[in-house]
């Protein structure tokens, strides 16, 4: 007989740039000046694809939007730890991280106008589509990743998910086959604090949602979500474990969501306007520049040459989502199967013999 | 081969063939799945392409679908059709529909094998039948086999094809035919019924299990019935249906399931459509109870058997 301490954890917290922008060297990722000034540049598009995104929704030219603001650091940094042929099954709140991914900010902005083409990658880049029913992404990211081992392909899966999508069971079955698989995945969790209405302390009894990992056999993380320098450093040393077979990481990125939870949301019946106030001091944007400056590889002269490089890029998105055509009607028929199935056929035919008059 | 033997020769046919072929699910590895589908695969293919997983139905399914995405043809094993339920997110939110949200770019060839159906004395949700929540979804594709020569045939080809099948195995007759089957591959095309006797006084149409007791009961009555197995039930096999019914001008449509919403009532629609003039009487439905399905005592009372088959196929004919 016995009674002993059977297992105690520890959980690591990373954070190289604060609030500020001063970094700790030691902890430094090895990036170039370029590097870090691309990492800058991604997060000023996607904010200013998010801005243009909220004003096309609010001019009815798109859909329903989920606004990424406050959230730029958490997508760019782990996105820019990844290649191509790895694999990320989105959520419907990671515009930022599909921008990273060379998603056509045209083809983001027809997904949330209403058309299923706005979905379709880039050659070569393995965006899965956004998944809206939440927390069931993880699952296709294991899945991708034991395919990845079974193919002997050096490729790593992230599953991306928020803190909301860490109380659905289907979440949780990811965890558990990712660490009874050892799969190749990344968990990369947003903890924004809200899912919607509900805030975190109400999501979980958990102080972090990392532990969360420790309890399915493999590693945690939280870092400073607002923090590009932590997030991709992090990332980066996930991706490493994932292709030397050393299994799954759960990276949380303590982050807050700056605006409503989509365009038919207000925020402002559920959280204190003061809460708020506090995290746009923490903004990832503001800190990453002022790092830069520090460093002496920033100036006004770029910034401003960065922003108008930025608005033409996402003005020429708009407008070249705004030219496409409508698809036509056979478009929501075509894909179902892989070849149409003569029921099917016949419920197209009949309804353009109808709408086309022939 | 019993239909068990049958599923087994077709999975380890498929395996042999195509090494992007994997099986996965609650005891398929070291113990052959429950009813012993998968006996044999560890062995024969090693545990990177055999997978004991977790005791999580959803988490089986949504983890199929990306290494479907990601180029394999994953055939998860459900151990029973009553545990499918909890990966109803995974099947209609994604599988179902990733080609189509995708619009062709990503594709997800999951093939779920699953037991299902009543009259092997079984525990509690082991016994039902609700292929019509399968047929209703779009993009799935649904078969059920009634016989280990079809059993086989028929899996092969939904492994064979790039969408997601429903392949639902009725437990029942797992062990209760033999008949020929070879060891080799073939395939037998999805979508296409099969007309198990010809006649010209009425159709009988079926599927599974009750494909069996439909002819059972054809042993008992003189009538000249056309004996129908749909074998797909999604694409249904709709010129086949509907060629036969202008011929007999009636039809019986037996079904296991409940008799609301069920795939009888889709048949009885179509029939309207397409050959309503042709009808000499009102199409009729055998079919199992609106009640939940009953524990095993009671169990006959709820399965059509041939009485009920041969009153209806009486009472058709003598309208």
């Given at each position: 007989m016995a009674s002993k301490v059977l297992k105690t954890f520890t959980l690591k917290y990373l954070q190289v740039?604060?609030?500020?922008?001063?970094?700790?060297a030691r902890l430094m990722p090895k990036l170039s000046p370029r590097q870090l000034v691309e990492l800058y540049g991604l997060m000023v598009l996607a904010r200013r694809f998010d801005e243009k995104a909220l004003s096309l929704q609010r001019q009815g030219r798109i859909g329903t939007y989920a606004s990424v603001l406050g959230q730029e650091a958490a997508q760019v940094g782990a996105a820019f730890a990844l290649r191509g042929s790895d694999w990320v099954f989105p959520t419907y709140r990671e515009s930022a991280l599909l921008i990273a991914r060379n998603q056509p900010m045209a083809r983001l902005l027809q997904y949330f106008g209403g058309d299923e083409r706005g979905s379709i990658p880039p050659?070569?880049?393995?965006?899965?589509p956004i998944a809206i029913p939440v927390g069931t992404q993880g699952l296709h990211a294991v899945g991708a990743a034991i395919a990845a081992t079974i193919q002997k392909k050096k490729t790593v899966a992230v599953g991306c998910l928020g803190d909301g999508a860490s109380s659905e069971g289907d979440m949780n079955e990811a965890f558990n086959f990712a660490g009874v698989f050892k799969a190749p995945v990344i968990f990369l969790c947003q903890n924004n604090q809200w899912a919607i209405s509900v805030p975190i302390k109400q999501q979980t009894a958990a102080e972090t949602i990392a532990q969360k990992a420790i309890a399915f056999g493999f590693e945690g993380i939280r870092v400073d979500g607002n923090d590009v320098l932590a997030v991709y450093s992090a990332t980066a040393a996930a991706v490493k474990k994932a292709y030397t077979g050393k299994g799954p990481t759960l990276i949380e990125c303590y982050t807050y969501r700056l605006n409503n939870h989509t365009t038919s949301d207000d925020a402002s019946k559920y959280r204190s306007e003061a809460e708020v106030a506090a995290w746009k001091k923490k903004d990832p944007v503001a800190r990453m520049r002022k790092f830069l400056e520090g460093k002496k590889i920033w100036n006004m002269k770029k910034e401003e040459e960065l922003l108008a490089k930025a608005d033409r890029q996402v003005s020429a998105a708009a407008a070249e989502y705004e030219a496409t055509p409508k698809a036509d009607a056979g478009d929501i028929f075509?894909?179902?199967?892989?070849e149409m199935p003569g029921f099917l056929r016949q419920q197209m035919d009949d309804y353009k013999k109808l709408t086309e008059g022939n | 081969m019993n239909l068990v033997q049958a599923v087994n020769s077709g999975l380890k046919c498929a395996m042999a063939d195509d090494e992007k072929v994997v099986v996965l699910g609650?005891?398929?590895?070291?113990?052959?799945?429950v009813f012993r589908a998968c006996e044999g695969l560890l062995k024969q293919f090693g545990p990177k392409r055999v997978m004991d997983t977790p005791l999580a139905e959803s988490g089986i399914i949504g983890v199929s679908a990306g290494m479907a995405v990601a180029g394999l043809k994953p055939v998860p094993e459900i151990q029973f059709s009553g545990f499918l339920y909890m990966a109803l997110g995974q099947l209609i939110n994604h599988v179902s529909r990733i080609r189509n949200r995708s619009r062709g770019a990503f594709t997800c060839p999951v093939i779920i094998r699953t037991p299902y159906g009543g009259g092997i004395r079984a525990l509690e949700h082991h016994s039902e039948s609700m292929e019509a929540i399968y047929v209703h979804t779009p993009g799935l594709k649904v078969v059920i086999p009634s016989s280990p020569y079809d059993a086989k045939g028929l899996l092969i080809s939904a492994i064979n094809g790039n969408d997601p099948v429903v392949f639902m195995e009725p437990s029942r007759l797992y062990r209760a035919i033999r008949e020929e089957v070879p060891d080799g591959s073939y395939t037998i095309p999805l979508g296409k019924a099969k007309v198990v006797k010809e006649g010209n006084a009425v159709t009988v149409i079926s599927w599974g299990s009750m494909l069996q007791q439909a002819k059972l009961a054809l042993k008992h009555t003189d009538v000249d019935v056309e004996l129908i197995d749909?074998?797909?039930?999604?694409?249904?096999?709709v010129e086949a249906i509907i060629s036969s019914v202008k011929k007999t001008g009636r039809c019986i449509i037996v079904q296991e399931a409940p008799r609301t919403g069920g795939l009888a009532s889709e048949i009885i629609a179509l029939i309207n459509e397409q050959a309503l003039l042709s009808l000499k009487a009102p199409v009729s439905r055998v079919a199992g109870f609106?009640?939940?399905?009953?524990?095993?005592?009671?169990e006959d009372y709820y399965l059509p058997g041939t009485e009920r088959i041969i009153n209806a196929i009486e009472a058709t004919v003598n309208y």
């Open positions: 740039l604060d609030e500020n922008g001063k970094c700790d050659k070569g880049v393995n965006n899965f075509r894909y179902q199967y892989e | 609650e005891d398929v590895g070291l113990d052959g799945g749909l074998r797909t039930l999604k694409p249904l096999d609106d009640t939940a399905f009953p524990l095993y005592k009671l």
